[in-house]
């Protein structure tokens, strides 16, 4: 008898595969307490947490805590309906005046996810005869974002401006607007874009604006955590910047900021805007908080880059092939799927948390055990991290490879 | 719909050319063998061979039009327009 997820037998195929050795099941982690930043239970076992996007560690900053306390006892703890109707408080708008304080930009809109950010703008900001011209290694909310929009999709190659350039000049001639969409840094190897490149080459086209998505790069990168562009110094040539506050701002919640005088005419034609309830009152007041807090996160943004060094240097030395440059994401690669869960499982049992990612989700058909750091990492955490990862390697024959390969 | 109308014998050449190297079950490359089903093109090679058609024909395949170009006479179709402008 054909059923409804017949379609789907492929995946639970694929998933059967992954736990078939009786091992812990990655797909089926549950943190049963959070000690803290850096550390929970898992499988009654304390676990280093080097796989989430706790950046800055801000997620129990006790000014933020206190305010999200305040929050709940003063606005309940929800507001049961979207932005548009009855669910923007006070501290929604308290909130976007903040983020147009730390972007420096005119007009900040929020969001009830990162995800829901870029589906919305990209679904809306581009019409009929108009051009959207993307990395082709943009996240899932992106791609999700621009199917759902009139215009032309277009990807260029990863982090190639000449490719970028090569796409816009084909369209030179055609009236609509384009629209380039990137990532200040990218999800799973950590790389940045070449934005200073792909900022000269905007600026020889008519009617190219850009777009950047700086959900891994705020609170990481530039003096006052504004991500890639303030780094490269050109954050007056990226028209619109998307962002999340459940990566380095340690809550939840997506937002777009810009300096265009009509970009508010977006509140009223995002979907994803006006049919999707807001963000609790609890989440929005510690927003806020901890965007002060990344603002004035120089001491962090220091210690995550020592830590990064640190880990992705100890991983090098050990013999493991790690695909990541110094970056805030250390992605280790496996030599197939079978091996990276085998290596993720003996991680977990160690004590070790990671992210274990595939394609299609990761670039060049990688299968990755992904680390990513947080400030709040001690130096003997790493240490700990790092001497893990060689043993469990060890066991699977994974340093002697690397050696060989590099011998020969 | 993107892909119905002529295209030339020469078209069809670069592309099997193009595609030989993505064949890996060596199956025979007609005009209506599907990247799918027939050459078990998941999104990644999809993606990678669309590339090397771009850069072979100096074009942007959008990627709207892809659900339309199952077969690679369909390809050859689109190619063309796209090249005509």
């Known amino acids: 008898m054909a059923g409804i997820f017949d379609r789907f037998a492929n995946v639970k195929t694929q998933r059967a595969a992954i736990v078939s050795n009786g091992g812990p099941d990655p797909f089926n982690v549950r943190m049963d307490q959070v000690l803290s930043q850096t550390e929970a239970i898992i499988g009654n076992r304390r676990t280093i947490l080097c796989g989430t996007n706790n950046s800055l560690g801000l997620t129990f900053a006790p000014e933020a805590l206190k305010a999200a306390h305040d929050a709940l006892d003063d606005f309940g703890t929800g507001t049961t309906g979207s932005r548009m109707l009855n669910g923007t408080y006070s501290g929604h708008k308290e909130l976007e005046y903040a983020l147009c304080d730390f972007f420096q930009k005119d007009h900040a809109i929020v969001f009830s996810t990162g995800f829901l950010a870029n589906a919305g703008v990209l679904s809306t900001l581009m019409g009929p005869g108009d051009y959207i011209i993307m990395d082709a290694d943009c996240h899932a909310s992106i791609y999700d974002g621009v199917r759902q929009s009139q215009a032309e999709i277009i990807r260029f190659k990863h982090n190639d401006a000449a490719d970028l350039d090569k796409r816009l000049a084909r369209l030179a001639d055609k009236p609509g607007n384009k629209l380039i969409v990137i990532e200040g840094i990218y999800s799973m190897l950590g790389d940045k874009a070449p934005l200073a490149e792909i900022v000269a080459i905007k600026k020889k086209y008519a009617n190219t604006y850009l777009l950047s998505d700086e959900a891994h790069s705020m609170g990481v990168l530039g003096r006052y955590g504004r991500g890639l562009p303030e780094e490269v110094g050109c954050e007056e040539d990226v028209d619109f910047i998307v962002g999340t506050f459940s990566k380095s701002v340690g809550t939840v919640g997506g937002f777009v900021v810009s300096s265009y005088p009509d970009f508010e005419m977006l509140r009223y034609v995002c979907r994803a805007y006006i049919f999707t309830a807001s963000l ?50 250390v992605a280790v690669v496996a030599p197939d799927p079978q091996t990276c869960v085998a290596f993720w499982q003996g991680l977990i049992e160690a004590g070790v948390y990671v992210n274990l990612a595939f394609p299609p989700a990761t670039p060049h058909g990688y299968s990755l055990l992904r680390c990513s750091l947080c400030a709040a990492h001690t130096e003997e955490q790493i240490k700990q991290v790092i001497g893990i990862f060689t043993e469990v390697a060890g066991k699977l024959g994974l340093l002697e490879e690397t050696k060989r390969v590099a011998v020969g | 719909m993107a892909a119905s109308g002529d295209y030339s014998p020469e078209t069809f050449a670069a592309l099997l050319e193009l595609l030989t190297p993505f064949n890996k079950t060596g199956v025979d490359l007609k005009p209506e063998t599907r990247f799918s089903e027939d050459l078990n093109f998941d999104s990644l090679v999809v993606m990678e061979f669309v590339a090397t058609v771009e850069d072979r024909f100096d074009i942007s395949v959008p990627m709207n039009m892809l659900p339309d170009i199952t077969t690679i006479a369909q390809l050859a179709v689109a190619v063309e327009k796209i090249v005509k402008g």
């Open chain 1, 280 to 329: 609790p009152p609890s989440v929005v007041a510690s927003a806020k908080v901890n965007l002060g807090l990344v603002k004035n996160g120089g001491a962090l943004r220091t210690r995550l880059m020592r830590n990064a060094k640190m880990l992705h240097k100890g991983l090098v030395d050990a013999g493991l092939k790690v695909a990541s440059d110094i970056s805030p994401v």
